[in-house]
Nanobody, 118 residues
Framework: QVQLVESGGGLVQPGGSLRLSCAASGSISSLWIMAWYRQAPGKQRELVATLASSGSTNYQDPVKGRFTVSRDNAKNTMYLQMNSLKPEDTAVYYC????????????WGQGTQVTVSS
């Protein structure tokens, strides 16, 4: 069973930076896509960025040029470096993992709160 644990959220002023971490434990196949999603109060959960096992990354328009997703394979941890934060980035951020090993499986972390406010 795979578990995902996020950390690194908090309160930051507009223009500031935060780095979120998503530590994965358990058996993960060599074929996977990891992603960061976020959900603001009263809004639907939305995709932020993806990182594939191939190394390719993808970012949604609202965060392009400000957020960077990366992974430390030795630590089985994915990161989201968030710079130039805006109040509209305030949300609960979730880590997501989709793997393919015989069958497709999907896992979610518990979420970490990011609040951008002065």
């Amino acid at each position: 069973q795979v578990q995902l644990v996020e950390s690194g959220g908090g309160l930051v002023q507009p223009g500031g930076s935060l780095r979120l971490s998503c530590a994965a434990s358990g058996s993960i196949s060599s074929l996977w896509i990891m992603a960061w999603y976020r959900q603001a109060p009263g809004k639907q959960r939305e995709l932020v960025a993806t990182l594939a096992s191939s190394g390719s990354t993808n970012y949604q328009d609202p965060v392009k040029g400000r957020f960077t997703v990366s992974r430390d394979n030795a630590k089985n941890t994915m990161y989201l470096q968030m710079n130039s934060l805006k109040p509209e980035d305030t949300a609960v951020y979730y880590c997501n993992l989709v793997t393919w090993l015989g069958a497709q499986r999907e896992y979610w972390g518990q979420g970490t709160q990011v609040t951008v406010s002065s």
